[in-house]
């Protein structure tokens, strides 16, 4: 089985931008594998913010975007808000299965 | 309006089965995918598998082939996923999706595995 990977930690300044990233162990992420991600507060089930890449839900904020960046499935957000800080995930389609990420907490400070 | 609400908590021995449910509404129930992904605590999303509501086809992560069976019954719009032969590392939060670039989730059942 594949194995997903993302930073474990990141930190960014309010106002500040960040971009979180989803590598593939079989190779360079493309727009075949729909990268998704999610976004999740402590005791809370996860949000979808992106999928497909970059397409974005009607309650996504329109600072948080989606794109392929380096071989990476990539989340940057732009002008990061305190309510912003939470657990990011992604995952990746592989012939019908799906392999999530390990998760990026961001801390907002 | 579509609502995706779960079945309670359990706790289980080792060894024993869990079927969580995931009772549906407000939507084309056969129209759609379900999965079912887990959360163990402080640990990441992991996926388990999905079926189509449709066809009653499954697809099942490798990680659980053999212990997993997701099921649906129509006539109650209802989604099942059965976990058998269950330990201590299954303990985890558990959540139905509807694969719909994965708009809704249900609520969550928290399974406990322990003797």
């Known amino acids: 089985q594949a194995v997903v990977t993302q930073e474990p930690s990141l930190t960014v300044s309010p106002g500040g931008t960040v971009t979180l990233t989803c590598g593939s162990s079989t190779g360079a992420v493309t727009s075949g594998h729909y990268p998704y991600w999610f976004q999740q507060k402590p005791g809370q089930a996860p949000k979808t913010l992106i999928y497909?890449?970059?397409n974005k839900h009607s309650w996504t904020p329109a600072r948080f975007s989606g794109s392929l960046l380096g071989g990476k499935a990539a989340l940057t957000l732009s002008g990061a808000q305190p309510e912003d800080e939470a657990e990011y995930s992604c995952?990746?389609?592989?012939?019908?299965?799906?392999?999530f990420g390990g998760g990026t907490k961001l801390t907002v400070l | 309006q579509v609502q995706l609400v779960q079945s309670g908590a359990e706790v289980k021995k080792p060894g024993a089965s869990v079927k969580v449910s995931c009772k549906t509404s407000?939507?084309?129930?056969?129209?759609?995918?379900i999965d079912w992904v887990r959360q163990a605590p402080g640990q990441g999303l992991e996926w388990m598998g999905w079926?189509?509501?449709?066809?009653?086809?499954?697809k099942y992560s490798q990680m659980f082939q053999g212990r997993i069976t997701i099921t649906r019954d129509t006539s109650t719009t209802t989604v099942y996923m059965e976990l058998s032969s269950l330990r201590s590392e299954d303990t985890a939060v558990y959540y139905c999706?509807?694969?719909?670039?994965?708009?809704?989730w249900g609520q969550g059942t928290l399974v406990t595995v322990s003797s």
């Open positions: 999706v509807r694969y719909n670039n994965f708009d809704y």
């Open positions: 995952f990746l389609f592989y012939s019908g299965s799906r392999v």
């Open positions: 497909d890449t970059s």
């Open positions: 407000g939507y084309s129930f056969t129209s759609y995918i």
């Open positions: 079926i189509n509501a449709g066809t009653d086809y499954t």
